[in-house]
Nanobody, 124 residues
Framework: QVQVVESGGGLVQAGGSLRLSCAAS????????MAWFRQAPGKEREFAAA????????DYADSVKGRFTISRDNAKNTVYLQMNSLKPEDTAVYSC?????????????????WGQGTQVTVSS
């Protein structure tokens, strides 16, 4: 079993920045992908960003590209999501997810392990 814990959410004004952290522990895999999804009020959960732990490659949703950066710390087994130039439409619960393998995936059902989520609120 893999435990996934997010942190770093909060309230920020439009144009500001936040950094989210996602720590994975427990059973480990040699190759896996960690991703951030988000769910805004009244909307479905959507893909935001992902990183392949083995290759280091990254991918982003068009809505966050150029503003968000996903990165990893191998020693801490932690993934970060640096969010800059935040907009009110970025307000959502951000959840971290893990899947085995190296291929980028973008659908909720393609991820095996999930954290509880952290709230990000951007005021106008």
């Amino acid at each position: 079993q893999v435990q996934v814990v997010e942190s770093g959410g909060g309230l920020v004004q439009a144009g500001g920045s936040l950094r989210l952290s996602c720590a994975a522990s427990g059973r480990t895999f040699s190759r896996y992908v960690m991703a951030w999804f988000r769910q805004a009020p009244g909307k479905e959960r959507e893909f935001a960003a992902a990183i392949s732990w083995y290759t280091g490659s990254t991918d982003y949703a068009d809505s966050v590209k150029g503003r968000f950066t996903i990165s990893r710390d191998n020693a801490k087994n932690t993934v970060y999501l640096q969010m800059n130039s935040l907009k009110p439409e970025d307000t959502a619960v951000y959840s971290c997810a893990v899947r085995q393998g190296t291929l980028m995936k973008y659908r909720i059902y393609e991820y095996d392990y999930w954290g509880q989520g952290t709230q990000v609120t951007v005021s106008s």
